[in-house]
């Protein structure tokens, strides 16, 4: 065990990938000499050469687009976006292309590419440095989403991402960055617990709270908060987002009978929107009220003065906790 | 200047810094080693690239030129017959996609588009896969791996992206294979294409970009995208050009040798320009009369591309009966077989819709998969079943 | 009133915006002198010259990036993307850009850019013809979408779209272009129902089928047949799909109890989710059995010959409807 | 062939079709009026251009250069104490942005980037809504028609189209204006750049892309962006382009005049690549020192662009004690505005999160707005209400 800050964890994953693979290669802007804008690939050019970590000309969709070229040579590239607001100029390349090679080919040409991007927000940044794009990326067939919370589960993730034969979008909560935890890096990634699992992170009876990435974090603070106000709560990190692990969200909401969401994401046609859905169809008579997401508004992401109240934060998580339970809250009295 | 076809040519302005064309830029002259009257003209620095071409490497690329135009014109037929949904003819192009196609190794890996169904054929396609995707019954026919060739290309210019990244791959493998990426004039115009020269100049990879200028991108003339050759525009990334008649299969050949040649030797990318003509319609679902002269056809037609080595070939006394019977029975085989792989082709599965999304089982999928399949199963006939208007009726 | 094809109807739409509004100019990829491939702005660049119906250079990105100039230049640009598939080498444009620039400017910069999409499958056409991603706009906060299903409303629609100040994208179900209708080219669009609002376009008791686009026809239908089995089904048009007209679904859903809602896109993270998840938060103790969704599956979209199995088809959503309704149906005997 | 500081320049290969700078390319001088020792050279193509440059003149764009540079400072100053949470220094770019925005008319239309706060300075921005963005209290900050200034892009390469589109508009509208986009070396690379030009070059619209090489995109050199000159580039798109030194203050100026009379006299679109140099960090949250070497600033610090002009004034004897002294206080002045603009700024209404997303009510907004405003009414404390740790408890 090392007491590793999350970028750290990410870098040792990463450095862990290149030793055991020669195939493996990190892209992107900035990523060689400086060794990223958030220092995660610190290093990894000095020791691995400028073949196995490349410094890219600034544009997306052509490191994208070239890294599914080099799949196609038998490559595992590992693209590096710099920031969240800069993944749309690939997105052509994303879901046309990495999404749909192993599908239009019959399996014959894999795109094992996984994409690195610090998302989300609370950083104090400008405009596209704090987005949330994962439900674009959900909502499309081929690709794999997955998001890791902690240290120990950015260390691992990362390496089962890479090794995974399908393309990843690996989301890293970027405000987690600096936060540290244990990490065990002798870890087998292949024994730990798999990416497409959630975890439930905190045992409760009365309602289940599911997050992921940086959201985890908070949604723990709920649980204790609220265990103060005599309110039990379950916790569940989803990690993986498409799929979503419906079985263990599932079974926490059989136990419980009440549902709270939250992220950080654009509330219409996110994620929760789809946890609610289907957790609804799955167990409708289990369910004592309905699904309540506490989310991101329908909003650009706001100028850095604003984002505290844009970002779920642990009291509006609360209140969301209250309206599951029906308690009081900010919303009672309002029809509907 | 050498200005092309349709009005191509450089700005004029004056004072400082004024044209693109009075910056050093002068238009290249088109490379030409067959003239349209089928005459071999000789040129000093392109004929090395084709000195082993006897007259039995002629009189196969003739076969090829003409095996193609018949695969088109098949094609063609079955589509107005209702066996294939689409198909996008090459038309008038024969030349450009042999010449290049017969200068590539088994090694080099192509990416081509849509249209290049002739290069498929010389990659050694099976005909019936070339068709699959017409037809509608895949998404793509062939493994690529078996004939280092990727799938035809439906977004515009996205393939040269992945040409590059393949050649990056080739350049770290330190193999001296290359790739090559089949583009139209209409792609030039988009982003991708251009990222594509900026990654490949700035690694120096062993990549091709091979541009077929057929004039028009469905309706839309060459012109409206550049004003300027298009063999210009790589040059502005530091990538050197060569701009061919694209309806002589011996420039074309040539000049992807040339362009091969650097690529193995380490000297990075180069970009074709093959100027040609697209004498079809854009695919057999277009109506060209709507948008074009009839007598621009008409002068593209004196350029034909078999016409001239057919030309050639009889002046040079090879064009024999014997040799005009074989390729004749070539042809007839090749669109017998064509079609008969065509109608005969076994209609998918139901449930293949689900398959190869992934590599490993998906939750959501599967489920979504057993699903359906109860569904069907509680229907007689999935056909119905499955039909806008139902069975259940 | 004229009987006029859906395509038809737009041209006609389109050709009364460019009349009223000098400000009002067209662009896309072949929609001058071939008047678009689907010939919906057939006779424009005739009537209207080269500087109001624009063939552009082919690039999506550049067609909307332009537009925005044009926009800030104050024009009214309408946008043809040729077909569904080729929106995506625009997401960044459209999503950073046309989406953000009003709430980036404090209102100062408006950005009155329609986009015209013709969407959908059930036309047998080969890879990227034939895709619904109209999810990943409602997603996008800052763009409004919009979807007619029937000529008249095309007809109208269209005019509203472009006299709206916000960026609208109008999807146009292009398995529809050839379907005619009455078309009553003197309806004043100001005057017709805004294409905010969803239309009841059939009256029933027993459960609502939430649809838009190509699949209110299919709808209808539904209707119909299932009128046939005994059961009442009420018939919601969306016509708006970002914002939802949730108070018409609600007041429905009230009224029914059920709800099946039915669209051709995959169903990850699709609209269905956003319509069960929020009717369920509006109505939960009015629903008697979880909001049922028919949908494409979560594939590329299948070559052709595979399409049908895809699509919801009229046996299929009727089966949704059994679900919903708790009458023997595929999924019976399964457990959630 | 003039290769420029860092490396970039023509490859070099044999053979037909071989290398670009063969090719009739051999990459342009530098446009120079003063030397980095303060000399006024004379151009005889762009002398005419800035004839008009009296005296009083040079003092002027001598004070705005210092004024820029203070501003720059004061704001590096201003995050570095908490009061910014981040600033782009322009910091040896002044003599690009002021050379470039002052060559414009009122009614052009400038398309700026991050970076170019010293055009927005130019224009008449107020100081304090130069900060806004930067202190978070807004994501522009000013309303663009009331100094024909867009808000600084953020997505690279974005607004070289939103100009090229501007200027369609322009054109449509038989004005006789044009736009501009100022964009950084890395910008090059991108899709929408090249877009940009293709669109402008078919169309011939009135558009000026001002591109700062300042050698630098975050951390990586210029030649990884290209091995040829940025001002090659847009030859290839039928665009003429100008290469000038861009810490010469009267060679941008003369250009950027030489390319908005073309633009105004319908000559279509012009590049200019102004060769300057980032001196201080890619933002405030940057430390080149990871990255770049020393010596290179040093060399760079030779070519100053404030100094070179004091350096003219002092040759003209026109630096006298008074201007030093106007020009200081003026400087002083405008950094003590901002400053005080700065910590004065009221701070944003938590509802205004929901504001201007729409010109129109929205059912889902308005709901969500109503539900926050609830959910803040239940608390004392908006602040601590919204924060990440809560206030409940
Ligand atoms: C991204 C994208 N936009 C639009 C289309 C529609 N489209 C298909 S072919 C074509 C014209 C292509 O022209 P060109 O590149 O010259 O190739 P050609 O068809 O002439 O071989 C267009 C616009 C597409 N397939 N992909
Ligand atoms: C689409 C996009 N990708 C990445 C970034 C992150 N980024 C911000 S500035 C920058 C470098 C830009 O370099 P250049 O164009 O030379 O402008 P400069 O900063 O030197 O003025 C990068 C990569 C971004 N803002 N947008
Ligand atoms: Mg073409
Ligand atoms: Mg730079």
Chains 1, 3 share one sequence.
């Not at chain 1, 990190?237 to 979503?244: E, G, H, N, Y």
């Not at chain 1, 909401?253 to 046609?269: C, D, F, N, W």
């Not at chain 2, 390729?327 to 007839?332: C, F, L």
Request: glycine share 10%; charged share 25%.
């Amino acid at each position: 065990m090392t007491q590793l800050t999350f970028a750290r964890a990410i870098n040792s994953g990463l450095r862990r990938s290149l030793e055991n693979d020669a195939k493996v290669v990190l892209m992107g802007e900035d990523i060689g000499t400086l060794g990223g804008v958030f220092r995660v690939t610190d290093g990894l050019q000095k020791d691995f050469g400028k073949h196995r970590v490349i410094d890219t000309p600034l544009a997306e969709s052509g490191i994208v687009g070239t890294a599914v070229g080099l799949a196609y040579r038998g490559y595992r590239p590992v693209v590096e976006i710099q920031f969240d607001g800069f993944v749309y100029p690939a997105f052509d390349q994303i879901v046309c292309q990495v999404a749909k090679m192993h599908y239009r080919t019959k399996g014959a040409v894999k795109m094992p590419i996984t994409i690195r991007i610090p998302f989300g927000g609370g950083i104090g940044s400008p405009e596209f440095h704090s987005e949330s794009p994962e439900a674009y990326f959900a909502h499309t067939p081929g690709l794999r989403v997955i998001s890791p919370s902690s240290p120990q589960d950015a260390h691992t993730m990362i390496q089962q991402a890479i090794a995974c034969d399908d393309p990843v979008l690996f989301f890293e909560p970027k405000r987690r960055y600096h936060d540290k935890g244990d990490v065990d890096e002798s870890l087998d990634p292949g024994a730990a617990l798999s990416f497409e699992k959630a975890r439930v992170v905190a045992d409760g009876r009365d309602v289940t709270l599911v997050a992921y990435g940086p959201l985890v974090k908070t949604a723990r603070d709920v649980a204790l908060a609220a265990a103060d106000e005599g309110m039990s709560v379950e916790v569940i990190d989803l990690r993986s987002l498409a799929p979503v692990d419906f079985a263990t969200v599932e079974a926490s909401v059989r136990k419980t009978g009440r549902l709270v969401i939250a992220h950080e994401a654009v509330q219409s046609g996110g994620l929760g929107a789809e946890i609610a859905a289907s957790i609804t169809e799955r167990c409708f008579y289990y369910l004592e009220s309905a699904p309540v997401r506490v989310t991101g508004f329908d909003v650009p992401y706001p100028y850095s003065k604003l984002e505290m109240h844009h970002l779920p934060g642990l009291d509006r998580i609360l209140d969301g906790v209250d309206r599951a339970l029906g308690r009081p809250n900010s919303l009672s009295g309002l029809e509907g | 200047m050498v200005t092309d076809e349709v009005g191509q040519g450089g700005t004029t302005a004056g004072g400082p810094g004024s044209s693109a064309g009075q910056q050093g830029r002068t238009g290249q002259n088109l490379v030409q080693l067959i003239t349209p009257a089928g005459e071999r003209v000789s040129h000093p620095e392109y004929d090395p690239w084709v000195q082993d071409m006897s007259d039995e490497q002629l009189c196969s690329l003739y076969e090829d030129l003409v095996v193609t135009r018949r695969i088109d014109t098949e094609a063609t037929a079955l589509q107005r017959q209702g066996e294939l949904g689409l198909w996008p003819p090459m038309l008038g192009q024969e030349a450009s996609q042999i010449g290049s196609a017969r200068a590539l190794r088994d090694d080099d890996f192509v990416f081509p588009t849509y249209r290049d169904n002739g290069v498929a054929y010389c990659r050694g396609v099976k005909l019936t896969d070339i068709l699959r995707v017409w037809r509608g019954n895949a998404s793509a026919g062939w493994d690529p791996y078996t004939v280092n060739l990727g799938t035809p290309q439906i977004i515009i210019g996205s393939q040269t992206l992945h040409a590059t990244g393949y050649a990056m791959g080739i350049q770290n493998d330190g193999a001296d294979s290359a790739a090559i990426a089949y583009l139209g004039d209409g792609a030039t115009s988009q982003g991708d294409v251009n990222e594509a020269m900026v990654f490949a100049a700035s690694f120096q990879v062993p990549v091709v970009f091979f541009c077929q200028n057929n004039h028009w991108a469905i309706s839309e003339p060459v012109r409206l995208q550049s004003h300027v050759q298009i063999a210009d525009r790589p040059l502005g990334f530091g990538i050197p050009s060569m701009r061919v008649d694209g309806n002589d299969v011996l420039a074309v050949m040539a000049a992807t040798r040339v362009a091969l040649d650097r690529a193995r030797r380490g000297g990075g990318p180069t970009f074709i320009e093959a100027v040609t003509y697209r004498m079809g319609p854009h695919t057999t679902a277009d109506d060209p009369t709507r948008y074009r002269d009839a007598n621009e056809l008409e002068d593209w037609a004196q350029k034909d591309p078999i016409r001239r080595v057919k030309a050639l070939l009889e002046r040079k006394g090879l064009l024999t009966p014997e040799l005009e019977t074989a390729v004749q029975q070539k042809a007839d085989a090749v669109a017998r077989d064509m079609r008969t792989g065509c109608t005969t082709m076994p209609d998918p599965e139901p449930l293949d819709v689900f398959k190869h999304v992934y590599s490993t089982p998906h939750s959501w999928l599967d489920r979504q998969q057993d699903h359906y399949s109860r569904y069907l199963d509680s229907f007689g006939d999935p056909a119905g079943a499955a039909s806008e208007e139902g069975a259940r009726r």
